[in-house]
C-alpha cells in the first residue's frame, strides 16, 4: 500500500488501457458482533469488459455494496476470486476511484484541495496537481469555485467537485455505489448527462450501483440484477442504446428505452416484492 | 397617457423604495434597544450583587471577616499590586503559576491527542486499555498532587504534572470520540486512492478529530490552572497558590478573593485565545446556528 505506482502522465486521458473486472465464485461472509456468521453475498460470478459501464440495480441489502468492495481490494473476499485487468485483487487495487451517495468530501479542505488530493496522495508535485485539478474544476464547470468548502456549496455542485476528484486521477476503473442517490430529480439528470459525457472521453470500466432501473438503463452498456440474501446475481442484460447517448432525459422517452426498461422490470420485479415482503413480515 | 404611467409607476416605486427603507430603519432601531436592555440588565446584576455584597457587610448583617468585603478586595488587590507579597512581586508570582499551567495544559493536551487516537484508531488497544483508563478517570485525581510534591518536592515539575493530569482526560476521552466519529466513506475513499495508514491520519483521522478536541481545549485550560493553583497550595515556594494559602492562614479572605479575580482574567485572556485558534483551524466550518444567535 505505500509503494507509489507511476504517475499517469497529467491530464492526457485515455494513457492508461481500461481494465476488465473478473468476478469468479465471490462470496463473502460477515462475523455479526454476536459471533454469527452473516453471508452477504454467495458464488457472484461476473465480468465487466474493459471499457464497459455495468450497472448493477438489486433491492436493498442483496450486496450490492459489498461486491463493490471486494472489487476496489477495501475487503478480502472469503471465497472465490476478484481480478483486475489480469492481475488477483490482493490489498487496494491501482487505478481505483470510488464515489459513495455520500459525497466524501473533506469538509475541512477547499474545493482544489479536495479535488488535489488524488494525485497528491500518488506523489505528484503540488504546482503540477494545482495546474491538474484547475483543469478538472474546468472540466465540471466549476471554475471560480476552487477557494469554496464544500457545506458553502449546493449537492449538485458538491457532486461535480466529487466527480473531478474520482476522475482526477484517470482510472482504470470507476466503482460507483448509489452515486446520485441522495440528489432531487432534475439534479440526478443532468449529473447522470454529465457523467456519460465524462465517461466517454476517458472510458474506465464502471460498476455502477443504483436502486433507479431507469438511471441503470440510461447509463449502462449492460444491467446485472441481484437478489436479495444471501446475494447472488439473477440476471444479466445487454443495453445496446447507441452511444454516445446524449441528454438523458430525452433518452427515457425512446422506444427502444422503454422495450429494454420494460424486459428488465419483469425480471427485478419479483425480487423487488420477495425482499419487500421479508422485510415487512420481519417487521410484523 | 404613456408618460402617466411611467410618472405612476415611478410614483409607485417610490413609496415602495420609502416602505422599504422605514422598515430597515425600525429594524435597526429595533436591535440598538434590545442591545442597551442587555447591558443594562448586565450592569444591573453586577451594582446589585457587588452593592448587596459591600452594603450587607457595612452593615454588619454578614461579617467581613469570614466573607471579605469588595471594597477591601479591592484594596488588597491594589496592595499586591504594589506592595508585592511576602514571596516577591504578584507578576513573579502570576508568572510562575501560568508557567505550570500553561506546561501542564500543553503536555496534557499532546499526551491526551496521542493516546485519543491511538486508542481510538484501533479497536484492539481501545479494548485492552478501555477499562484501565475508566478506572484512572473515576479516581479523584487531585489527590496525586501531594504524591507528587512527595516525590518531586516543591519546585516546578509536580504542578506541572498535576495539571498535565487533569488537562490529559479530558483531552484523551474527546480525541478518542473525535476518532471514532470520522466517516469511515472518507476513510475508504482515501485507501482507494492509495494512502497509507501515516496519509489516512494525516488527511482525515486528525482533521476530522480536531473539531473535539479544540472543543475540550476550553474546559481543559480550567484544568491547569486549578491543578496549578491545588499543587502550590498544598506546597510551594512561589505562585498564586502559595498567596492564597497564606492568606487563609491570616484570615483574610480579601486576599484570596483577590487572588481568584487575578486568575479569572489569566483564565479569560486564555479562552479568548483559545477562541482565536478554534476559528483560524476551524474556518472551514458552516457557521451554527448557536453562533448565529450568540448568547
Known sequence: MGEHRPQESAGSPGTVAPARIDIVGLTKRFLTPKGETFTAIRDVSLTVEPGEFCAIVGPTGCGKSTTLAQVSGLEHPSAGSVSVGGRLVDGVTNGVSYMFQTDSLFPWKTVLANVMMGPI????PRKEATELAMDWLRRVGLTGFEDRYPHQLSGGMRKRVSMAAALINNPRILLMDEPFGALDVQTKAIMQTELLQLWEDLRPSVLFITHDLDEAVALADKVVIMTSSPGTVKDVFDVDLPRPRGDVQQIRHEERFLEIQGRIWESLRDEVTRAYQQTAGAAA | MTTMTTTQQAARSGVADKREIDMQA?????HTRRTTWIWVGRIGAAVLILGGWQWFTAAGWVDKFFYGQPSGIWDSLVHLFTVGTAFGTIWE???????????????GTVTGVVFGILLGSSRYLASVFGPYIKILNSIPRIVLGSIFIVAFGLGVFPKVLLAAVLVFFVVFFNAFQGVREVDPGLVANVRVLGASPLQVARHVTIPSAMTWI????????????IGALVAEVLGAQHGVGLIISQAQGNFDPDTVFACMVIVAVVTLVAEYLITLLEKSLLKWRPPSRSEAQAI
Open chain 2, 93 to 107: 508570582n502570576l508568572w510562575i503559576t501560568v508557567q505550570e499551567a500553561f506546561l501542564g495544559f500543553l503536555l
Open chain 1, 121 to 124: 496522495l500518488l506523489g505528484t
Open chain 2, 26 to 30: 425600525a429594524g435597526r432601531r429595533a
Open chain 2, 214 to 225: 479544540i472543543a475540550s481545549l476550553h474546559t481543559a485550560f480550567g484544568f491547569a490552572i
